[in-house]
C-alpha cells in the first residue's frame, strides 16, 4: 500500500492556460475524489467516482473544469483557461466501497498546488 | 448556513497537556457520520477519528477521543498529552445520508501549536 500520489505537486501557470492534474488512488479503492482548497479554507468537494462512473459533481466545477477516470484507476483533473481564482490545493482521495458500510474511510493525496500568474 | 463550524481559528497548548478542538454540525438528516483530520504544513490530509450518528459510545483512537454530544451538535476532538508533532491545521468534516460515497463537508480548520 503506497497510499494516494498525486503528479505534479506544484503547478505554476500563466492565466489562460491549460493544466492537467493526475491522481493514482490506492490500488484497491473502487472511489475516488477531488477536493478543492484555497488559504485558510477547509477543502470542498470538487467531483466524485465511483470505478469509471463519474457519480456527483459540485456546483464549484465549472464548465473550465473537467475529471476523467479511465478505466477506473487513475483519474485527471484539467483546468482549460485557468483564472487566478483557480490557485489552490487540488486534493484527491479514494476509499473502498465495503458493501453495507456507511463508514469510509477516505485517505487523502499530498494534493497538486496550483498557481495562476 | 454553515455545515461545520469550528469557532477556534488558533489554539496554543504546552506539551503534554491536553486540548480540546471545538467542532459544531448541521444536519437534518438522521445518519450523519463526523471525522476529523489533521493537515501538517506538507499538506497531505490525515484520518484521525470517526463517530458515527448511532454510535452510542464516543470514539477513541489512541491519544484522540472525541465529545460527541449529539443533542448540541457538537464533535470536539480531544487530544490528551500533546506532542510537538501534533502541531498542525486540524479540520471537522461530516458525511450525510447514509451512503458511503458522499463527499466530505468540511469546517475552516483550526490550527493547533504545541510548545515545549
Known amino acids: 500500500d503506497t497510499g494516494v500520489s498525486q503528479d505534479p505537486r506544484h503547478k505554476i501557470t500563466k492565466r489562460g492556460q491549460n493544466v492537467t492534474f493526475r491522481c493514482d488512488p490506492i490500488?484497491?479503492?473502487?472511489?475516488l475524489y477531488w477536493y478543492r482548497q484555497t488559504l485558510g479554507q477547509g477543502p470542498e468537494f470538487l467531483t466524485y467516482f465511483q470505478n469509471e462512473a463519474q457519480l456527483e459533481k459540485s456546483r464549484l466545477l465549472s464548465d473550465r473544469f473537467s475529471a476523467e477516470r479511465p478505466k477506473g484507476s487513475f483519474s485527471t483533473l484539467e483546468i482549460q483557461r485557468t483564472e487566478q481564482g483557480d490557485s489552490a490545493m487540488y486534493l484527491c482521495?479514494?476509499?473502498?466501497?465495503?458493501?453495507?458500510?456507511?463508514?469510509?474511510?477516505?485517505?487523502f493525496g499530498p494534493g497538486t498546488r496550483l498557481t495562476v500568474l | 448556513a454553515q455545515k461545520i463550524t469550528q469557532t477556534q481559528p488558533g489554539m496554543f497548548v504546552q506539551e503534554k497537556e491536553a486540548v480540546t478542538l471545538d467542532c459544531t454540525y448541521d444536519t437534518s438528516d438522521p445518519s450523519y457520520g463526523l471525522f476529523w483530520y489533521k493537515q501538517p504544513s506538507s499538506g497531505e490530509m490525515i484520518f484521525l477519528i470517526y463517530?458515527?450518528?448511532?454510535?452510542?459510545q464516543n470514539a477513541t483512537e489512541g491519544r484522540y477521543s472525541l465529545n460527541f454530544q449529539k443533542a448540541r451538535k457538537s464533535a470536539n476532538l480531544v487530544i490528551s498529552a500533546s506532542q510537538l508533532g501534533d502541531s498542525a491545521m486540524y479540520f471537522c468534516a461530516m458525511r450525510e445520508g447514509n451512503q458511503a460515497g458522499t463527499a466530505l463537508i468540511f469546517g475552516k480548520g483550526t490550527t493547533l501549536s504545541v510548545s515545549s
Open positions: 482521495a479514494s476509499s473502498r466501497d465495503p458493501a453495507g458500510a456507511f463508514y469510509n474511510e477516505q485517505f
Open positions: 490500488s484497491e479503492h473502487n472511489r
Open positions: 463517530q458515527g450518528s448511532y454510535d452510542q
